[in-house]
């Protein structure tokens, strides 16, 4: 370990990451074109030690350009991400860079392109070893090779490695994406629907698999996911995103018990359970929104049961809604204002 | 109780390739009333697409009907040539595919996709195949304005209700979905599901739904059907599959979804992965994965055993079987 990694870790006071104004827009058709989309706006989350983040969005809101914008294969339109106190965007040197990379690597969601078909599995997780930790001996590589291959639960390990993709299942595969990036030694694995592809029979096994990496390993999680049941399944915090914005944060239970975004009930009420009764069906029918040139006002308020003017005027910003938890809608109540109604009414 | 409209029977597909002869579905038989909606679940390659393509006569090689009859209204489609099915095809039953990003030509607008259906099932004029798009849209929720949009102006699940617009343009007694939801948001899903069971009582048509999403048919279909490696692990009432589940495996399968209600219980999910059809276990083919596999399982190949009102393929209920009759 050398001398900057120590520095490094001694910095970290508060959150392992934090994100701050982070927007990403991309620009449709030429150069001169004024169609922007807003992928990802003003984004303020933080990621702490050993905590598992659920990043929670349906499809186009913009949260696998979170997942990029964090491993650096986008830079910032605005904003910034800070990893233990650094910003990101600005590391330049190779050595600066390479440990970011090593320090939070990503986890892809296509656990079948996600690897060079003409190598054995064993070639990734090498090569990460090889490059990121270049003072272990070859013979130590090995050794450390299968550590990891037991950690996520590919034994025996030593056949494991010799596999090529080919000769796995989608579960095991996806597996060696998490065993290429735990052999890095991270301290934040940026996950993108890690389990989307696979069969429900295999999903409670990697979920399962995330918990107890954090455990033992001692890993940070973002998991990025479209399926609210998975992330209440292994998330302590869950992030809601809609059209690039955040519109609710807060512990789990807190959130799914007690969601305040209409979005956020929206979605929990559209979740099929099969050992639970319908939920009343709303009228909505899922419309994606407008994220090309969105303009003010809350992107949800053409879906929102609830809109009012303001909505249309004025684009609302997280607030306090207890103590941990936030939305962003000019219509939500926060709890201590309920709690104080009800206490007035049984007063 | 309504007439029989679709009754399978002992059918078997298999895909002949050089060095194997991979049987993706393997003597299943299934019966559906006029009006009746099925849900059939299993994972990927447990043959349940397979198995629907063979229903609906849509296999090609390697893929074949290896034994087995489709009866359909009275006609076993196995049988009919390229040119008697024309006739039936889309008229009396449809189909509607996984993903209708896939499915709509991007070049052409949903209008002329809608009219090149029509017409190659019968002759109208220009007028009333405007009049029955316009309908058939109209059915499923959208504006008759987008008949002059194309595919890529749509929304996901636009384009999916586009299809099953498609499908409901004879008004066929038989609609066949192949996971038409599952690249939709849960949102869109939700309203993509009540729209279908919307249409499905007004218009009286049955519905074969596969999907892989136990969750999404618990409040839709009358019966389900659990496939698990090209067999029928289990079929019964829904309420009776989901309430009790019999095989091993589909309380595996019941009990590997996190819920977002209740109390937060360890998800278990089932070890191991489905076999390879080339060379399926010996014995029940679900006996390497199963929690309450007995020695028996792996040398004796369960049949379909009759339990209350369902039919399941484990050797834990054969025992049960016996002692009724």
Not at chain 1, 48 to 74: F, H, P, Q, W
Not at chain 1, 238 to 262: D, F
Not at chain 2, 64 to 72: A, L, N, P
Request: charged share 20%.
């Amino acid at each position: 370990m050398n001398s900057d990694r120590v520095s490094g870790a001694q910095e970290a006071v508060g959150p392992l990451l934090r994100t701050v104004d982070l927007t990403r827009h991309f620009r449709l058709g030429g150069l001169f074109s004024k169609r922007i989309l807003h992928a990802v706006d003003d984004l303020a989350m933080t990621i702490s030690e050993r905590e598992i983040v659920a990043l929670v969005g349906e499809s186009g809101s913009g949260k696998t350009t979170v997942a990029r914008l964090l491993a650096m294969v986008y830079r910032p339109t605005r904003g910034q991400v800070f990893y233990r106190g650094r910003s990101v965007h600005s590391l330049r040197s190779r050595k600066d860079l390479l440990w970011y990379r090593g320090e939070v690597p990503m986890v892809f969601q296509d656990p079948y392109s996600a690897m060079n078909p003409v190598y054995r599995v064993a070639h990734g997780v090498m090569r990460n070893l090889k490059l990121h930790r270049p003072d272990l001996e070859p013979a130590q590589r090995r050794q450390e090779a299968e550590r990891v291959f037991d950690t996520v639960g590919l034994s025996p390990a030593d056949d494991m490695l010799k596999k090529f993709p080919y000769e796995m299942s989608g579960g095991q595969r996806q597996r060696v994406g998490f065993a290429q990036a735990l052999a890095v030694r991270p301290k934040l694995i940026l996950a993108d629907e890690p389990v989307s592809m696979l069969d429900v029979s295999i999903r409670a096994g990697i979920l399962n698999m995330m918990a107890s990496l954090r455990e033992q390993e001692s890993v940070s999680i973002l998991y990025i996911t479209h399926d609210i049941a998975s992330a209440r399944y292994v998330a302590d915090r869950i992030v809601v995103m809609y059209a690039g914005r955040a519109v609710e944060q807060g512990p789990t239970e807190v959130v799914l018990s007690r969601p305040k975004h209409p979005y956020t009930q929206l979605l929990l009420s559209a979740v099929p359970g099969p050992r639970e009764a319908a939920a009343p069906v709303s009228a909505d029918s899922g419309e994606p929104p407008r994220v090309i040139n969105p303009g003010e006002g809350c992107r949800f308020r053409q879906r929102c049961p609830y809109a009012i003017d303001e909505c249309a005027r004025v684009t609302p910003l997280l607030r306090p809604m207890g103590p941990v938890h936030d939305a962003a809608c000019h219509v939500a109540t926060p709890d201590s204002v309920e709690a104080g109604v009800a206490a007035t009414r049984d007063g | 109780m309504p007439e029989l409209l679709l009754e399978v029977d002992d059918l078997s597909v298999s895909y002949l390739t050089e060095t194997a002869d991979i049987r993706a579905v393997e003597g299943v038989s299934l019966s559906l009333r006029s009006g009746e909606f099925l849900g059939i679940v299993g994972e990927s390659g447990c043959g349940k697409s397979t198995l629907l393509f063979a229903i609906a006569q849509l296999l090609s090689p390697p893929a074949e009907v290896v034994s087995g009859r489709v009866q359909f209204k009275g006609k076993d489609l196995v049988t009919l040539t390229e040119g008697e099915l024309r006739h039936v095809r889309w008229r009396d039953y449809s189909v509607v595919m996984q993903s209708a990003m896939n499915a709509l030509n991007p070049m052409k607008s949903i209008a002329a996709q809608l009219a090149d259906t029509i017409r190659a099932h019968t002759r109208m004029t220009s007028d009333a195949i405007r009049t029955r798009s316009a309908e058939v849209l109209h059915l499923v929720g959208i504006d008759a304005a987008h008949l002059e949009s194309y595919p890529h102006q749509l929304s996901g699940g636009m384009r999916q209700r586009a299809m099953i617009a498609m499908a409901l343009l004879f008004t066929p007694q038989l609609v066949i979905m192949d996971e038409p939801t599952s690249a939709l948001d849960v949102v869109a899903q939700r309203s993509l599901m009540t729209k279908i069971k919307e249409l499905q009582t007004e218009l009286g048509f049955a519905v074969i739904f596969v999907t892989h999403d136990m969750s999404l048919i618990a409040h839709y279909s009358d019966r389900v059907m659990v496939m698990y490696a090209g067999q029928v692990a289990e079929i019964g009432e829904t309420d009776s599959v989901f309430g009790r589940p019999l095989h091993p495996y589909s309380k595996g399968l019941l009990d590997a979804f996190p819920s977002i209600r209740g109390p937060r219980r360890p998800l278990t999910g089932i070890p191991g992965t489905p076999p390879d059809l080339a060379r399926p276990p010996a014995g029940c083919r679900f006996q390497p994965r199963c929690s309450e596999a007995m020695p028996a399982c792996s040398t004796i190949r369960p049949e379909l055993y009759v339990v209350g009102s369902s039919d399941v393929r484990c050797l834990l209920y054969a025992e049960e079987q016996r002692n009724a009759v």
